[in-house]
């Protein structure tokens, strides 16, 4: 497509991306009007809401629109899989400069629908607006079906510890990325598109999971929120930790113990759970500690030992 923002015009984009979404059953009015109807027939929606901004959480020279797309749309729908819901459809608020070639926000919608696409969700609307900063703002929308919400306050002594999904490698990738690299590639794809285990969220509720969240700011950092709201503590075991061989060698290139991206490392969206000691969990599932009583504060300990370095990303913290 040739041109720019500016020359399409606000309603000119809109139908160029409009043009590109697909839809499903849950979606009974999409975009067009002046919002969208998404039926819920338990009248429960699990919502979400997540923003991305230019030079914070994504480069252009390091991901294409499209890997954006796929990104900010599975880091919000792995939000809704978390609470134990099945995502049903996405909203898109938009922010771009006029002079910005009109090939980019239309490769952003086909990434933000093919990730729709594999969690059986939908883009159903949004709005564009004109700005100096590319921004990418994302709500969510989800159905729990017949399930109660997997909250983080349920955990509870006893129960163990699992995770399904990969922890580390988009920090990895991060890595190789901000050292100029592009490989080994199944790690910076990891970091510009990560891959939630959508199903495992509802799967895991029907389990009998007791609090659950995906890993977005770091494995440590997300657990202790669970740690915080149930008031206990959560003991890890880092031999259990899955660190991959080529991880492996890329923390000895860059001087880093990989064990460090599996726990504080954030954006691969896997899914972590407690779960009722003696709980028959898939394949997929890996136990990696288990919940203990407070003795203090509620916190995340590994082998035993407090964590006294950071846990994972913080928006506010020191730079």
Same mark, same amino acid.
Request: aromatic residues 6%; charged residues 20%; negative net charge.
């Given at each position: 497509?040739?041109?720019?923002?500016?020359?399409?015009?606000?309603?000119?984009?809109?139908?160029?991306?409009?043009?590109?979404?697909?839809?499903?059953?849950?979606?009974?009015?999409?975009?067009?009007?002046?919002?969208?109807?998404?039926?819920?027939?338990?009248?429960?929606?699990?919502?979400?809401?997540?923003?991305?901004?230019?030079?914070?959480?994504?480069?252009?020279?390091?991901?294409?629109?499209?890997?954006?797309?796929?990104?900010?749309?599975?880091?919000? =729908?792995?939000? @809704? /899989?978390?609470?134990?819901? $099945?995502?049903?459809? *996405?909203?898109? &608020?938009?922010?771009?400069? %006029?002079?910005?070639?009109?090939?980019?926000?239309?490769?952003?919608?086909?990434?933000?629908?093919?990730?729709?696409?594999?969690?059986?969700?939908?883009?159903?609307?949004?709005?564009?607006?004109?700005?100096?900063?590319?921004?990418?703002?994302?709500?969510?929308?989800?159905?729990?079906?017949?399930?109660?919400?997997?909250?983080?306050?349920?955990?509870?002594?006893?129960?163990?510890?699992?995770?399904?999904?990969?922890?580390?490698?988009?920090?990895?990738?991060?890595?190789?990325?901000?050292?100029?690299?592009?490989?080994?590639?199944?790690?910076?794809?990891?970091?510009?598109?990560?891959?939630?285990?959508?199903?495992?969220?509802?799967?895991?509720?029907?389990?009998?999971?007791?609090?659950?969240?995906?890993?977005?700011?770091?494995?440590?950092?997300? =657990?202790?929120? @669970? /740690?915080?709201?149930?008031? $206990?503590?959560?003991? *890890?075991?880092? &031999?259990?930790?899955?660190? %991959?061989?080529?991880?492996?060698?890329?923390?000895?290139?860059?001087?880093?113990?990989?064990?460090?991206?599996?726990?504080?490392?954030?954006?691969?969206?896997?899914?972590?759970?407690?779960?009722?000691?003696?709980?028959?969990?898939?394949?997929?599932?890996?136990?990696?500690?288990?919940?203990?009583?407070?003795?203090?504060?509620?916190?995340?300990?590994?082998?035993?030992?407090?964590?006294?370095?950071?846990?994972?990303?913080?928006?506010?913290?020191?730079?």
């Amino acid at each position: 497509m040739k041109g720019t923002v500016g020359e399409l015009g606000e309603f000119g984009l809109i139908r160029e991306l409009t043009s590109r979404l697909t839809t499903t059953a849950a979606v009974a009015l999409g975009p067009g009007d002046d919002a969208a109807v998404v039926a819920t027939p338990d009248r429960r929606v699990v919502a979400s809401t997540d923003v991305l901004l230019e030079g914070n959480h994504f480069r252009r020279d390091w991901s294409t629109a499209y890997d954006v797309g796929r990104k900010a749309a599975a880091q919000n =729908l792995a939000d @809704i /899989a978390a609470m134990g819901a $099945v995502p049903t459809a *996405l909203l898109l &608020g938009l922010v771009v400069p %006029p002079d910005l070639p009109a090939t980019w926000p239309v490769e952003l919608m086909d990434g933000l629908r093919d990730e729709c696409q594999v969690a059986g969700a939908a883009v159903v609307g949004g709005d564009v607006v004109r700005g100096a900063t590319i921004t990418v703002a994302i709500t969510a929308l989800g159905n729990l079906g017949n399930r109660e919400p997997v909250t983080r306050s349920g955990a509870r002594p006893g129960d163990v510890v699992a995770v399904t999904g990969w922890l580390g490698w988009s920090a990895a990738g991060f890595a190789v990325l901000s050292r100029g690299f592009r490989s080994p590639r199944a790690f910076v794809e990891a970091h510009r598109r990560p891959e939630p285990p959508y199903h495992a969220g509802p799967a895991a509720a029907d389990l009998g999971a007791t609090a659950m969240t995906d890993v977005s700011d770091g494995l440590i950092a997300d =657990l202790g929120h @669970i /740690a915080d709201a149930s008031g $206990v503590v959560i003991d *890890l075991r880092s &031999g259990d930790l899955d660190i %991959p061989a080529q991880m492996r060698d890329i923390g000895h290139a860059v001087g880093v113990d990989p064990v460090r991206w599996v726990l504080t490392g954030g954006e691969d969206h896997a899914i972590v759970a407690t779960f009722p000691s003696g709980t028959k969990l898939p394949a997929r599932w890996k136990i990696i500690g288990e919940v203990r009583p407070p003795a203090g504060r509620p916190q995340v300990t590994v082998n035993g030992a407090p964590w006294e370095a950071a846990g994972g990303w913080e928006h506010f913290g020191d730079a």
